[in-house]
Each structure stands twice: as C-alpha cells, then as structure tokens.
Antibody
Framework: QVHLVESGGGVVQPGTPLRLSCAAS????????LHWVRQAPGKGLEWVAV????????YYADTVKGRFTISRDNSKNTLYLQMGSLRAEDTAVYFC?????????????????WGQGTLVTVSS | QSVLTQPPSVSGAPGQRVTISCTGS?????????VHWYQQLPGTAPKVLIY???NRPSGVPDRFSASKSGTSASLAISGLQAEDEADYYC????????????FGSGTKVTVL
C-alpha cells in the first residue's frame, strides 16, 4: 500500500525559508514522477511542481518559479520542497502526490496517490 | 483564476443524477490531454475518481462516469447518495506559455 507522509510545515514569517519533506513507501520510489500540490484555506487545488523519476527534470507553476525548488533523494525514498521568499499567499496545505501513467494514447499521467498534507502558514 | 472552469456548486436529492462540467480550451482539454477527476471529502486529501477521461479505479462505484468532448469534459453522478457530498475537481495539462498541470476551480456537490 502506498504511503506518502509530509512533514516540515509550520508558521513562518514572510521571507523565511522552509523545507518540506515527503517520506514515501509502498512503491518503487525511483520509478515515480512526484508532485507537490497545494490548497489554500477554503480554496481549490493548485499544482506547484513536478520532478521526474530520476530528478533530472523539474517544472514549476509560475506562482512559485524562482522561489521554490523541488528535489528528491531516491536512496532515502524522500521528496523535498525547498521554499524561499515565502509570501502570505503561499499559506496552504501542501500535498505530496505520486503520478501514475494514464492509459495510451495519453502521455501525461494523473495524481493517483496523495499524502495527508502539511500546513504552511506565512504570517508576520 | 483557474484555466478549467467548473460550476461552483450543484445539488440534488438522493437518487437523482447530477452532472459537473469542466470547460477548458484548445490549450488543454482541446489539445488532446487527458481529463482526470478527483473527489475531496471534507477535511481529507483528494482521491482520484476518474482517470484518462473515463476510467474508474477499482473501488469507485459505477455511479460515477465521465466523458470528454472538444474543449470540455463532464462528470456524472447517478443515484446520488449522502456520502457523495464533497468537492470535485477536474484536472488536465495546459500547453500555454508556461505549460503546467492544471485543476478546475472545483464544484461543491450538496445532497439535499
């Protein structure tokens, strides 16, 4: 059974860096593309970033590009999100998500497994 | 502002059929990218309901079905049950300037 457990959230001041972690189990970690998706309080889902199975490719939403860095350690089965220059609008629950392949002819996958999320609150 | 537009809310009595629309553009749904649907019960993480336009994961009741046409997609819930009261999101991929995975704005389903 797939388990994704996020940690590292908390209350931080604007501009303070923060690193989230996601410990994974129940699947072959080094084969999976992984994402961060966030949800501001009372709002909808927002995709944040994705990293390829081997860490060589990363893509970001425009709202976080240049401020956040997604990375992974396949030897530790752990995904990370390094968040810099945090703003009040980054306040959200951050979910770690495993992508599963969609059936052909679709090329991009879907979000099959989700962690329980970790809350980041940016406030002075 | 979400790239994929959904109605904020839909409601129905138990046993009724409701549908949720997801309207996109030629940069996402209309570009041939798959549409996936997620259900989020209050206080929980989202769960995949439909993947690859119209496929149900094992364990998802066949009351849930979806379709895609042109630049839009829709999710139907037949035989509405109290446990279906939740938020529903469509998701696809957008090939516009930045190119990214995108979610719909979300729809709250209320069982009357």
């Amino acid at each position: 059974q797939v388990h994704l457990v996020e940690s590292g959230g908390g209350v931080v001041q604007p501009g303070t860096p923060l690193r989230l972690s996601c410990a994974a189990s129940g699947f072959t970690f080094s084969y999976a593309a992984l994402h961060w998706v966030r949800q501001a309080p009372g709002k909808g889902l927002e995709w944040v970033a994705v990293i390829s199975y081997d860490g060589t490719k990363t893509y970001y939403a425009d709202t976080v590009k240049g401020r956040f860095t997604i990375s992974r350690d396949n030897s530790k089965n752990t995904l990370y999100l390094q968040m810099g220059s945090l703003r009040a609008e980054d306040t959200a629950v951050y979910f770690c998500v495993r992508e599963e392949e969609a059936p052909p002819p679709l090329v991009l996958g879907y979000f099959e497994n989700w962690g329980q999320g970790t809350l980041v609150t940016v406030s002075s | 502002q979400s790239v994929l537009t959904q109605p904020p809310s839909v409601s129905g009595a138990p046993g009724q059929r409701v549908t949720i629309s997801c309207t996109g553009s030629t940069a996402n749904i209309g570009a041939g990218h798959g549409v996936h649907w997620y259900q989020q019960l209050p206080g929980t993480a989202p769960k995949v309901l439909i993947y690859g336009n119209n496929n149900r994961p094992s364990g998802v009741p066949d009351r849930f079905s979806a379709s895609k046409s042109g630049t839009s997609a829709s999710l139907a819930i037949s035989g509405l049950q109290a446990e279906d009261e939740a938020d529903y999101y469509c998701q696809s991929y957008d090939t516009s300037v930045s190119g990214s995975y995108v979610f719909g704005s979300g729809t709250k389903v209320t069982v009357l």
